[in-house]
């Protein structure tokens, strides 16, 4: 049970039992008789009790921890933020875990006879990724932020080829591989080390093509995919799409009209298709927020089991994807009326049929490019249907 809670707006000094808290007095020795909460100004710290100490000093967004010369250990808790830790103290070792993204926790263990000296605890932008810490005061989370400016061109940005063989130009800052798709769910595609050239195979029939490239540093953190578009036009040849519909794909009997609807025309709730996509069989969910239609690509044939909105006759197909903005993101609502609960988890859903939890928290998942709009709302019945996969530490 939390029995005391600390508000601190400016530097306020914590003194638990004896007095002084000077750094350089190694006989004082405060414990936590109950758990302490002390809140900072992006993040609380949980203090466990029977914790020791020699003294604490809370700043406005940090925690110095004076460490006595006798045997002991302080634990410290951040439900909400990943926990930096600076200074080194001989003869006291830090051990950080991460139980989840969400929930780091720091113990500092003292030995008798070792220095005395501060520690500053302080929460930090990221999520909790450092696994266990080492004598000397930790260490700092682990990397966490993935290649920026990426890019990818076809054939240096022209409209339309008369060949399948093209050369792509590719950037990312601080990426070691890369991944190179003509689907958007990169079939079949694999990491291969990062250059800024490729050349590249268009898949065949004139019509216009997209190339998807991510990007993935030594740390493993993955970028979000981007892509461009290039027309493939005299070759003579339709695009090779085979014999089949998608109801066909699926068992079905019902053949969906091949009337082009216009974007104009296209609602939340449609299920839409594109022919002459690079991957014509796929079939997309709409979301209407605004201006922006959003699309969700339907990777598990099932799902139409759980909507009796969804309906292959009334699958229509679109000249085009380009207008719109893909978005694998799915969450299970269960707070009043359909809004999201308070521990609602949102998921990238994978065109393997794995979901992956984003694990972070609101603030970062729209600060690194997330949109709340861009997160569809499904039952559990269909996020039961996929397999767990790795966390999403990062867009």
């Known amino acids: 049970m939390i029995k005391n809670k600390l508000k601190i707006g400016l530097v306020f000094a914590l003194v638990m039992m004896f007095g002084a808290t000077s750094s350089v007095d190694a006989l004082v020795v405060n414990t936590y008789s109950a758990a302490t909460i002390i809140d900072l100004s992006s993040a609380d710290f949980t203090i466990s009790a029977s914790s020791t100490d020699g003294g604490l000093v809370v700043n406005a967004d940090s925690v110095v921890i004076t460490t006595p010369a006798v045997a002991g250990t302080f634990t410290v808790t951040s439900a909400t933020r990943g926990i930096t830790i600076s200074g080194s103290v001989t003869g006291v070792t830090v051990s950080q875990t991460c139980s989840s993204a969400l929930l780091d926790t720091v113990t500092i263990t003292f030995a008798t006879g070792s220095s005395a000296g501060d520690l500053t605890l302080t929460p930090n932008s990221g999520q909790c990724t450092y696994s266990t810490g080492g004598g000397g005061g930790g260490g700092a989370p682990a990397d966490t932020t993935p290649p920026t400016s990426t890019s990818i061109s076809v054939a240096d940005g022209a409209e339309t080829t008369e060949t399948t063989s093209v050369t792509l130009t590719l950037g990312a800052t601080g990426a070691s591989y890369m991944m190179i798709a ?5 079939t079949d595609a694999e990491w291969e080390t990062y250059a800024t050239s490729k050349e590249w195979t268009l898949t065949t029939g004139d019509a216009e093509k997209t190339v998807y490239a991510k990007f993935k540093d030594s740390s493993n953190n993955v970028s979000t995919a981007v892509s461009d578009t290039i027309t493939l036009t005299g070759t003579g ?88 903005s893909l978005s694998g993101w799915a969450r299970v609502n269960t707070g009043p009326n359909g809004t999201p609960g308070p521990t609602d988890k949102v998921y990238e859903i994978n065109g393997d049929q794995t979901k992956h939890w984003i694990n972070m928290t609101a603030e970062d998942f729209l600060a690194h490019g997330g949109s709340d709009a861009a997160i569809y709302s499904v039952n559990q019945g269909e996020m039961d249907l996929y397999t767990t996969g790795s966390d999403v530490m990062s867009l």
């Open 182 to 186: 003509n689907d958007v769910d990169f």
């Open 237 to 324: 040849e339709e695009e090779a799409v085979e014999e089949e519909t998608a109801e066909e794909e699926t068992g079905e009997t019902t053949t969906p009209a091949d009337t082009i609807t216009p974007y104009s025309e296209v609602l939340d709730g449609d299920i839409v298709q594109c022919k002459t996509s690079s991957n014509p069989f796929a079939v997309y969910i709409v979301k209407v927020v605004g201006d922006t239609k959003y699309i969700r690509h339907i990777v598990s044939l099932e799902i139409f089991d759980y909507y009796s909105h969804l309906d292959w006759n009334n699958l229509k197909q679109v000249d085009s994807l380009t207008n719109y």
